[in-house]
C-alpha cells in the first residue's frame, strides 16, 4: 500500500470520527439541556416557533398571577367593608334602641357614646391599606394588567364622610338628642348600609370574574406547556441510545486512525530504506 493510500485511509477514519464526535456532543447537549431545538441550528423554524411558545406562556403566567395578587387585594378590602356592613347594622340597632322611650338621659348618653365609637370603627375599616395603598378611601381604582389589556375596578369612598354620617367638618350626623332627629338618623343609616352593600357586591362580583380569570389562564398555560412539551421536549432515551451509538462509531474511527498512524509508520520507515538502496521505487510507492 501506498503512504498516499494510507493517508487517504487517515484522513476517512478521521471525518468518520470529527461526524461521530460532533453527533455526540449534539446527544449530549439535547439531554443535558432537555430541549431538542436549544438553538436556531437545530432548526430554524422550529426554535422560533418554541420560543414564541415561551413568550406566549410567559405573558399567561404574569397575568394569571396579577389576577391572583389583585384578588389578594380585594379579599382585603372586602373584609372591611363586611366589618362596615356589621357596624351600620349595629348602628341602626342602636338608633332603634335610643328611640325608646324608656331610655334615661344617662342610657341616651351610653348609647351616643357607641353611636361615636361606631363610627369611629367605621373611619378605621375605610383607612385599610393593602401593600402600602388605601383602599377604601375613595381614592383607589385597581388596574388589572393582563396580556389582553387592562381591567379597572373602582373602590369607593368607605369612610363616615363617603357614607354620610358625619359632615364636611367631620361631626357627625347621628346625634341621639332629640328623638325627632332619630327617624332622619335611621333613613342615614340605612342609605350608608345600601352604598357599603352595593360596594360588597361589586368587589364579589369583580371577584368572581377574576376567580374565572385565573382558571382559564392556568388552562391556557397548562395548555402551552404540552404544546411546547410535545415540539421540544428531548426524548431522554432516544438521545441516550444515539449517544451510545456515536460513541461507538467514535471508538471504532478511533481506532482506524490509530491503525492507519501505525501503517503510516511502517510505510514511512521503509520508505526509507528502500530510498537508500533505490530511490525510483521509493518515488512510486509515494504516488
Known amino acids: 500500500m501506498s503512504i498516499g493510500s494510507v493517508m487517504s485511509v487517515i484522513n ?17 447537549k439535547r439531554i443535558a439541556t432537555g430541549t431538542k431545538y436549544y438553538s436556531p441550528s437545530n432548526g430554524a423554524s422550529e426554535y422560533a416557533i418554541v420560543q414564541r411558545m415561551y413568550n406566549n406562556i410567559g405573558s399567561v403566567t404574569q397575568s394569571n398571577s396579577n389576577t391572583q395578587t389583585t384578588n389578594a387585594m380585594l379579599n382585603v378590602a372586602a373584609g372591611a367593608v363586611s366589618n362596615t356592613i356589621n357596624s351600620l347594622s349595629t348602628l341602626k340597632q342602636t338608633l332603634i334602641s335610643a328611640a325608646n322611650g324608656t331610655n334615661s338621659n344617662s342610657d341616651v348618653a351610653a348609647l351616643q357614646e357607641s353611636v361615636n365609637q361606631t363610627l369611629s370603627q367605621i373611619d378605621s375599616n375605610a383607612q385599610i391599606t393593602y401593600n402600602g395603598q388605601s383602599l377604601l378611601d375613595g381614592s383607589q381604582s385597581i388596574q388589572v394588567a393582563s396580556d389582553n389589556g387592562y381591567e379597572t375596578i373602582n373602590l369607593g369612598d368607605m369612610s363616615t364622610a363617603g357614607l354620610g354620617l358625619t359632615d364636611s367638618e367631620g361631626n357627625s350626623t347621628i346625634t341621639l338628642g332629640d328623638l325627632s332627629d332619630l327617624g332622619t338618623a335611621i333613613d342615614t343609616v340605612d342609605t350608608a348600609l345600601n352604598t357599603a352593600l352595593d360596594q360588597a357586591t361589586s368587589i364579589g362580583t369583580a371577584q368572581k370574574g377574576l376567580e374565572y380569570q385565573s382558571a382559564n389562564y392556568t388552562t391556557m398555560e397548562e395548555n402551552l406547556y404540552e404544546a411546547v412539551s410535545t415540539i421540544d421536549d428531548t426524548d431522554i432515551a432516544a438521545e441516550s441510545v444515539n449517544n451510545a451509538s456515536a460513541n461507538a462509531q467514535s471508538q471504532v474511527a478511533l481506532w482506524a486512525v490509530k491503525q492507519g498512524m501505525q501503517a503510516l509508520s511502517k510505510e514511512v520507515g521503509s520508505l526509507g530504506e528502500l530510498y537508500t538502496h533505490n530511490p525510483n521505487a521509493a518515488y512510486n510507492l509515494l504516488s
Open 12 to 28: 476517512s477514519s478521521l471525518n468518520d470520527l470529527n461526524r461521530a464526535q460532533s453527533s455526540q456532543a449534539e446527544s449530549i
